[in-house]
């Protein structure tokens, strides 16, 4: 279907009829002619012609012949050749008459003269069996600038004719018998006196019935037939005479050309003509065009004499035949010999006929002026001197070759150019063969195709430099269609082939956002300004990831400088985007690590000189003479505070700087969580006290069992419990959660604190940030908590994970550690919880009191001595340590709110974990029956306040 919309175009197949439709439909594309836009210019002529002409014609093509043919030549075919016979070979379609016509077509094709004949018999094929058919008919070559290219036929089937003039002739020369039986008869009856009268009757009767014959026969012929008498009138005029004129015989007889209506200078014409037939007695032919019913046609026309019977001139008689599609045939074929000419003379193109030995001997003034030789340099071989040294001997041989084998001559040479130097050019030589298939000729053609080759040398320089180039290099035309894409383009879009590649438009290389951009904007300029160059992502065509280019574009211009597309070579700078993207990623870690690199110095230097003001105060109040036991305690306490918090800080940043530098080292050992927790209760209990939190620890009945280093961990968790202290108004709620999840311990603490915004919740962990609206609430934080867990845990094996509902929502930080495989277990026994007790050195112990000054001065002596001790302030907090912790000593106040100290000693007492410990009651009464009663509560000892120095040291003996 393609062909036949493209064919609508031509309009040389517009006409036609029945013809003009099929050859607009046929497959031509499939043949040797190919797609009719691209036919020759000859042959779309000639075929205009054809098709626009009422008489029958018919075209050879091309050395297959391949044939074309028009309505009324179609009329003549039956269905075994029509429509087989278009587009069909010449030889193959008239087999059984080739003999007859096929040397005379290929006599035209080689250059022969046009031939012409009148009623020949050329015996064909029709409805099965050979039939004689007379023709009249002429080939023609079709010629352009490329020399003989096709055959034109201009024909007439006339086998009726021809009967009808056999017949005639037939009839002429019975009726001559038949006359000179007459004559005969008539002496016979001048001798016989009348004897046969019946017989001159009967002669009379045929020849009346001849008239008729004769008549029908001249009414039936297409051409037009009629008598002048010697005064010019018609006398006689048949059926297409008349129609022509459009008058009826009456009207017409009798009349002259003039009184017909013919123009003067017509009639006059005819009336000198019928006068010369009648001096000369002999025949006049002419062509003369004529208006009449039928349109102005071209008509062919014969006079001739009709003798009488004394051999003189009795009246003219005349046949004409309209032969306008002929003249026409004939016109358009002298119109392309003209053009053909005026095409040689004015084109550079060098054209040479020589004889069949292949020795140049006619003038080539083409050549001469070309090659500057003169006509004796240049005659038999003297051509090759002109050839470049390097391709004579090649194209003399090649020229041998053909000139022995008959060969169509094609070679490519560089020739010595009249203006200096040597050029390119393409020589081209047919063989013209004679009727006889001896080679006549040769007829050749030169052309400078330098600038053509140059071009193409160029282009293949262009190529293989495009090919080798790893960018990206491109053309395409103003409606940005690529024509040309280099392997490195195909590759770095992912297509899948360079067909695919080139199918695509330009724009749509690029991702759809940009897409316009790249149409209405960038291509715009290319064009407004010659050339223009953004960097822009192309997409990967299979993956889609963006492909980072310098897209960099000129305007392609034709020789008249118009914009005839666009050339590209765009460099892939993904690898340097990708750069240039960690590097900007890099400045902003780097710029964020700096920022909280001098917050946290100013903040570190801060913390460090807060505690050395009242450092400086406690040193000045001892020094003062007058200074009161009390008060002196008092500073001391106070210093000591200050120092811990100092030696605290100062910890806390040499462990980061050890973790730092790899130097840090667990001392791992088998460990139950819930020791390491205790531990860290007790070192956040008095924080918890001040800030009046509850505390929920839930822990499992089973021991979680962890390989881990518990002063490590132990700091880890303080550190989450101090954090969760800090960051939660007074009075919250914080708990200490673990449970077992496959292999796994789960830790969380969560508190219903200020809370974390979530873009702030992985940033908690980085060494130094801190959360900026979370700052006023630090009570002296450097930001290195967080990071000091995250590198404990993780040296741990474990995770930590930091939530929050958002602020003021609280927050919860989730630890992960890995259980200790107890198959496996390294060797020795799980450390016991009393073991655990005195594990850092000291005895852990729990100081409950409702008085936070008595119970935080009992736990700073109690610490002294190198105990650690966990802090309560009510029964509840107190039994809660105590559930969640191993204690070596427990000292119970005994009025405390909600629990009683005795209630707490009873429900510690059946809490297995501390079967060990020591339990002192330590109360305000000293009477025999509070001793008592402690006692039957499951007190070990009882102490009254204030216990002294002695007291304690004499119950730590005990354990
Ligand atoms: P800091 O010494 O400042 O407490 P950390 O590393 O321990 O340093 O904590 C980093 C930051 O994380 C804190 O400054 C605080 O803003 C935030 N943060 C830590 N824990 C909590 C919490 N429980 N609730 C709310 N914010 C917290």
Redesign the pocket.
């Known amino acids: 279907m393609r062909t036949t919309e493209r064919d609508n175009l031509h309009s040389f197949l517009a006409a036609g009829g029945e013809m003009g439709a099929l050859m607009r439909t046929h497959d031509w594309e499939s043949t040797p002619l190919g797609a009719p836009g691209g036919w020759p210019r000859v042959l779309q002529d000639t075929l205009r012609l054809v098709l626009n002409a009422r008489h029958p014609m018919f075209i050879f093509w091309g050395p297959q012949l391949i044939q074309f043919y028009n309505d009324a030549y179609r009329a003549t075919l039956d269905a075994a050749r029509h429509p087989a016979a278009l587009g069909q070979r010449g030889r193959d379609c008239w087999s059984e008459a080739w003999d007859i016509i096929g040397p005379e077509i290929e006599g035209v094709l080689a250059g022969g003269p046009a031939t012409w004949h009148e009623r020949r018999l050329v015996p064909l094929l029709r409805d099965g069996a050979l039939r004689e058919v007379w023709w009249t008919y002429g080939f023609s070559p079709i010629v352009d600038e490329e020399g003989v290219r096709g055959v034109l036929v201009v024909c007439n089937d006339v086998t009726e004719e021809h009967h009808n003039r056999l017949a005639l002739q037939a009839l002429n020369a019975r009726l001559e018998e038949e006359v000179a039986e007459r004559r005969r008869a008539e002496s016979e009856l001048a001798a016989a006196k009348g004897r046969s009268e019946v017989a001159l009757e009967e002669v009379s009767r045929a020849s009346d019935q001849r008239r008729r014959l004769y008549e029908t026969f001249l009414s039936n012929t297409p051409d037009l037939a009629y008598v002048f008498d010697l005064q010019h009138r018609f006398t006689y005029a048949n059926a297409v005479l008349l129609q022509m004129w459009g008058r009826t015989w009456n009207d017409a007889i009798g009349k002259n050309c003039l009184e017909l209506g013919y123009p003067d200078w017509h009639a006059a014409m005819h009336g000198r003509e019928i006068e010369q037939v009648k001096a000369t007695k002999k025949p006049i032919k002419g062509t003369v065009p004529f208006n009449g019913t039928f349109g102005r046609r071209m008509y062919e026309y014969i006079f001739v004499p009709v003798f009488g019977p004394d051999g003189e001139v009795e009246a003219v008689a005349g046949t004409t035949r309209d032969v306008t599609e002929r003249e026409e045939a004939e016109e358009a074929i002298s119109r392309n010999e003209q053009r053909f000419r005026s095409l040689i003379e004015a084109s550079t193109q060098v054209v040479w006929h020589c004889g069949p030995d292949g020795a140049m001997e006619e003038d080539s003034p083409t050549w001469r002026a070309y090659t500057g030789q003169t006509y004796e340099e240049w005659r038999g071989f003297g051509w090759t001197d002109a050839v470049h040294p390097d391709d004579r001997a090649a194209a003399l041989a090649q020229w041998r070759r053909c000139v022995a084998e008959g060969r169509v001559y094609e070679s490519e040479q560089r020739v010595r150019a009249a203006g200096g130097g040597y050029r390119w050019t393409a020589a081209r030589a047919v063989p013209i063969v004679g009727p006889d298939g001896a080679i006549r000729e040769w007829v050749g053609t030169t052309t400078d195709v330098h600038d053509r080759r140059q071009a193409e040398m160029d282009r293949q320089r262009f190529v293989s430099l495009a090919e080798r180039s790893e960018d990206f290099i491109g053309m395409a035309g103003l409606d940005l269609q690529p024509f040309f894409l280099n392997q490195a383009a195909v590759r770095l879009v992912g297509a899948a082939s360079l067909e695919a590649a080139l199918a695509t438009p330009v724009q749509d290389f690029f991702y759809p956002e940009d897409r316009a951009f790249i149409r209405d904007e960038f291509l715009p300029r290319v064009t407004r300004e010659g050339h223009a160059e953004t960097e822009i992502r192309m997409r990967h065509f299979v993956t889609g990831a963006p492909v980072w280019m310098i897209y960099t574009v000129y305007v392609i211009r034709d020789a008249g400088g118009a914009p005839e597309g666009y050339a590209t070579v765009s460099r892939n700078i993904t690898e340097r985007k990708l750069a240039e993207e960690r590097l900007r990623q890099a400045t902003v870690d780097l710029q964020g690590a700096n920022q909280r690199k001098t917050r946290f110095l100013a903040t570190l230097a801060h913390e460090l000189r807060n505690p050395l003001a009242p450092l400086r105060t406690g040193l000045d109040l001892m020094q003062l003479p007058g200074a009161s036991p009390d008060a002196l305690g008092r500073a001391r306490a106070m210093m000591d505070r200050q120092l811990r918090q100092m030696v605290h800080l100062i910890d806390d940043l040499m462990d980061i700087a050890r973790i730092d530098s790899g130097k840090i080292e667990l001392k791992r050992q088998r460990v139950a969580l819930r020791g390491i927790a205790a531990t860290a209760i007790e070192g956040v209990a008095p924080l918890m006290e001040a800030a009046e939190h509850r505390l929920e620890v839930d822990l499992p009945e089973e021991a979680l069992w962890l390989d881990a280093d518990p002063t490590r961990l132990a700091q880890v968790l303080a ?1 989450l419990l101090t ?2 202290c ?3 108004p007074a009075g919250g709620h914080i708990a200490l959660m673990a449970r077992r999840e496959g292999q796994e311990a789960v830790i969380a603490v969560r ?1 219903s ?4 915004p979530p873009d702030a919740l992985e940033g ?1 962990f980085e060494m130094f ?3 900026s609206q ?2 006023g609430r ?1 009570q002296g ?7 000091l867990v995250r590198s404990l845990v993780g040296l741990h094996g474990g995770t930590i994970a930091a939530s929050s509902g958002g602020v003021g929502q609280g ?1 919860t ?1 989730t630890l992960r550690l890995p259980l200790a495989d107890l198959a496996t277990a390294p060797g020795g026994l799980p450390v016991a919880g009393s073991a655990v007790a005195q594990a850092a050195g000291g005895l852990r112990i729990l100081v409950a009191d409702d008085n936070v000054d008595a119970a935080t001065m009992l736990a700073a002596v109690l610490s002294a001595r190198g105990h650690y001790v966990s802090l309560a302030h009510d029964g509840d907090a107190a039994l809660a340590q105590a559930r969640a912790n191993t204690f070596a000593l427990l000292i119970l106040d005994v009025g405390m709110p909600g629990l009683s100290g005795y209630e707490v000693a009873r429900a510690v007492r059946r809490l297995p974990h501390l079967d060990g410990a020591l339990l002192a009651a330590h109360t305000g009464w000293g009477a025999e029956h509070d001793r008592l009663e402690a006692h039957a509560a499951g007190f070990d000892a009882h102490l009254t306040k204030p216990a002294g120095l002695d007291e304690i040291d004499a119950l730590l003996a005990r354990l």
């Open positions: 550190n954090n969760a800090k960051y939660t508190d604190g200020i809370g974390i908690v940030s801190q959360v979370n700052i630090a934080g450097l930001g290195i908590g967080l990071a927050s930080f």
